[in-house]
């Protein structure tokens, strides 16, 4: 009898099994998925306030028995007065090692440890933020850590004294990889030496720096009236609530305005700019532009035009030429930002032999061309376009990002409506938008060409291809600079 029903099974099993292959495409591509579908998180519905009229996005996710809040303020190394250069990113690394209340930094430590919590701080640019990760049955308790360390931050002078130290360590690396020099200068030539985004930190700046301008700068940004709350994970809402009005909701109102984001009006001057760096054998380069804020009027255009010339895949036309075809780069790219607050720039960058840095950027130049003068294929618009639409969602993959990126919205001052509207803005680019964007944008006379490396092997240029550095227009040096003073080195 037995036999008999295993026997019954496994003919079942075989006729299952040819049923299902029978729905197999014998290819891949003839593989059929459904529909992707998305909606973007109503940020209304996620939103409240605190009596004192703090906003917070709040969503729940019992997944596991966890609770993240997090703080953003506004403002940042904007607002770093001169002399006190490095401020922000100082006082964002000693803030929540430095001890809090009545607490050293090593008590602090030992607590936030025996609670098995995560408490992070980080000053930025234009904000900054500090957030606790905890097991929710121990939320209370760790918020009173939390509400010292954002209201009575001790930055122990140990403590403080190490961060100073870190950072000044990191500035002695400043001309040992030709990236950082890269990025330092291409800063300046984009934006103009005055520029809040160029004054960089020295030593004497660093040095001037004390435990008390890091209070300071803490307790004028941690106010009612500049902040917006993310929390996710293990709560009831109305429970938060309390606990929140009774914390965050408590403290001192902002005592002014906080100043307005300076904004660029530095004009570039086109040119080759070189800078000298000859103990290495690769140059690297970067050609471009100043950039466009968020909402332009020929963002999206923009953006999947940059994509179709730059981007980060290998259907790129810079990747395929430029790395697969020509071999001269292991990478080459094209990025095209869109910020909230201040203009982005438009970047192509590569690093290459010396010999072959002149022969990439030629072969950049009329890709870029190309991109002007010439439509896009519907294969290459097609593909670009669903790299954003179906990665979208990646944004919203969990409470955290979702929450996170409504807060941020609000401290920057962009639209949620604007993530509702992304993928039909990007779907309703077209071949004309892109060529007529990138004619009218992006026009190779108005950019700039640095070039950081051994420029003696680089002016040479290759001896089977005829471009040179000097193809691309008047070459001009620009110094290296102290790493402690930022300060030229005479040659």
């Known amino acids: 009898m037995r036999r008999a029903t295993s026997l019954i099974v496994f003919f079942a099993l075989i006729a299952t099994s040819a049923a299902f292959a029978a729905d197999i495409p014998d290819r891949p591509e003839k593989l059929e998925y459904p529909e992707l579908t998305f909606d973007v998180p109503d940020a209304d519905a996620l939103r409240f306030e605190l009596e004192d009229g703090t906003p917070v996005y709040a969503k729940q996710d019992k997944q596991f028995p966890l609770i993240n809040i997090t703080v953003y303020f506004r403002g940042g190394n904007y607002l770093v007065p001169p002399g006190k250069e490095g401020l922000a990113g100082i006082t964002g690394a000693a803030w929540r090692s430095g001890g809090a209340g009545e607490r050293t930094a090593q008590e602090l430590d030992e607590e936030l440890d025996f609670l098995a919590a995560n408490l992070g701080t980080n000053i930025g640019e234009v904000s900054g933020s500090a957030s606790l990760n905890v097991l929710s049955k121990d939320l209370e308790e760790a918020m009173a850590i939390f509400m010292d360390v954002l209201t009575e931050p001790r930055f122990q002078q140990d403590r403080f004294d190490k961060a100073k130290e870190n950072r000044l360590q990191a500035m002695k690396q400043r001309n040992d990889d030709t990236a950082d020099i890269e990025a330092r200068e291409w800063n300046r030539l984009i934006f103009g030496d005055g520029y809040w985004q160029n004054r960089l930190a020295t030593k004497a700046s660093v040095d001037a720096i004390t435990a008390s301008d890091s209070k300071e700068f803490v307790k004028s940004l941690v106010r009612s009236g500049n902040l917006v709350v993310a929390v996710a994970g293990d709560f009831e809402t109305a429970e938060l609530e309390v606990l929140l009005n009774k914390t965050i909701g408590s403290l001192e109102p902002l005592a002014e305005p906080l100043p307005a984001i300076p904004q660029p009006d530095h004009t570039p001057e086109p040119g080759v700019y070189v800078i000298n760096k000859p103990d290495v054998n690769q140059g690297r380069v970067s050609i471009g532009r100043p950039g466009f804020r968020l909402g332009y009027v020929d963002q999206f255009p923009l953006v999947v035009g940059n994509d179709i010339l730059g981007g980060y895949g290998f259907t790129a036309r810079m990747m395929k030429r430029i790395r697969s075809d020509e071999g001269l780069a292991y990478s080459a ?9 201040i203009p982005g720039e438009f970047r192509a960058f590569y690093q290459s032999k010396s010999s072959t840095c002149a022969y ?61 509207e992304y993928r039909d803005n990007v779907a309703a680019v077209n071949a004309e938008e892109i060529q007529k964007a990138m004619k009218k944008n992006l026009d190779p006379e108005t950019m700039i060409m640095l070039v950081v490396g051994n420029i003696e092997e680089i002016m040479k240029g290759h001896p089977e291809h005829d471009a040179k550095l000097t193809d691309f227009g008047e070459i001009k040096h620009l110094p290296l600079r102290d790493p402690m003073t930022l300060e030229p080195i005479d040659d």
């Open 360 to 420: 990439a950027a030629e072969i950049f130049f009329r890709l870029l061309d190309d991109m002007r003068t010439t439509a896009a294929t519907e294969e290459e618009i097609r593909t670009t376009k669903a790299s954003f639409i179906d990665t979208f969602p990646n944004q919203f993959a969990s409470a955290a990002q979702v929450v996170g990126l409504y807060a941020v919205d609000e401290i920057l001052g962009r639209e949620h409506e604007y993530w509702v």
């Open 333 to 341: 790219y094209a990025s095209l930002g869109v910020p909230v607050t």
